[in-house]
């Protein structure tokens, strides 16, 4: 568990002790403030809600399910509830809890508890936001990703994993069927666990230069509207490419994370062709 809770201070704001962590870990050189804020406050926020929710922001629905797990163990719900810091540090704690407990029933309880955390708001997120990290962060964070993709699917195999889909992928709406270039449309793009991907701002700097248009500062809201607005059927195209890219991402997890996988396969592929009819209206 002490892996878990050295990976969880360093997803959060560099300080005093991240350099000897990240030696430790043999990661390399310690992440840098600046490093920092450009992966996990500019491009990857590191909150469940924002990859979980119905939109693709902090809070809502999601965050509310996080925090009727922090209730359910009797715990006091804090701040930052769905932080990724904060979820990985409650999994460290409960797992230390489950070792120290000398009655079996209890322990038993935290052994579920535990359990629960991993696939229900753990497994069902992280290794979409992992592979993100690892793809577009620095040298530091690239091994941070891996290491901790790898101990999470380690701590997967350790247990019986559930038949059912964790409920914030059961009650995750899917992508909208209309074809048009509405806000609806354009908030089911960036939400992560109905489209089945995730678009940073450094991918829409991307597909900007990709396509010779314009890119605006701001949020990835404007910047995509914007980009839609010089030349949608373009974009979307893009847009289709990307996905098609996410659906062997997923499925390279099938084995160790089975329905989860396959989920978040089928929400790219959703997306794939939704985006491929809409920039060929003429074949559909």
């Known amino acids: 568990m002490e892996l878990f809770r050295a990976l969880a201070v360093l997803a959060e704001h560099p300080r005093e002790e991240t350099a000897a962590l990240a030696q430790l870990l043999k990661l390399g050189r310690a992440p840098s403030a600046t490093e920092y804020s450009d992966l996990f406050l500019f491009q990857l926020y590191p909150y469940a809600s924002v990859y979980l929710g119905a939109e693709g922001m902090l809070g809502g629905e999601a965050a509310d399910r996080v925090a009727g797990f922090w209730r359910a163990i009797g ?10 810091a904060t979820l990985l540090g409650l999994y460290a704690r409960l797992g230390d809890l489950q070792t120290s407990e000398p009655a ?3 322990r038993s309880a935290l052994g579920r ?14 290794p979409v936001f992992l592979e993100k990290a690892i793809e577009i962060g620095p040298p530091s964070y690239v091994e941070w990703g891996r290491l901790l993709r790898s101990a999470l699917l380690d701590e997967a195999a350790s247990f019986e994993a559930p038949e059912r889909l964790p ?4 009650e995750a709406p899917g992508l909208l069927d209309g074809s048009d ?5 354009q908030v089911a793009l960036l939400a992560p666990v109905r ?7 450094s991918d829409l700097h991307r597909a900007g230069r990709d396509l010779g248009l314009g890119v605006r500062a701001g949020e990835r809201r404007f910047v995509l509207n914007a980009l839609l607005e010089q030349d949608p059927a ?22 160790a994370l089975g329905p989860i996988a396959t989920f978040w396969a089928d929400r790219a592929a959703a997306m794939a062709r939704f985006a491929s009819q809409w920039s060929h209206p003429a074949n559909t």
């Open 113 to 126: 508890a535990r359990a629960a955390l991993l696939f229900e708001h753990l497994l069902c997120w992280l």
């Open 181 to 185: 270039g509405s806000h609806e449309v």
């Open 167 to 170: 409920l914030h992928l059961r």
């Open 195 to 201: 489209c089945g991907i995730i678009l940073t701002r």
């Open 75 to 84: 715990q006091t719900v804090p701040k930052e509830l769905d932080h990724l």
């Open 104 to 106: 079996d029933d209890r």
């Open 234 to 255: 373009a974009v979307m195209e893009w847009l289709a490419g990307e996905a098609g890219n996410w659906i062997g991402r997923h499925r390279s997890y099938s084995d």
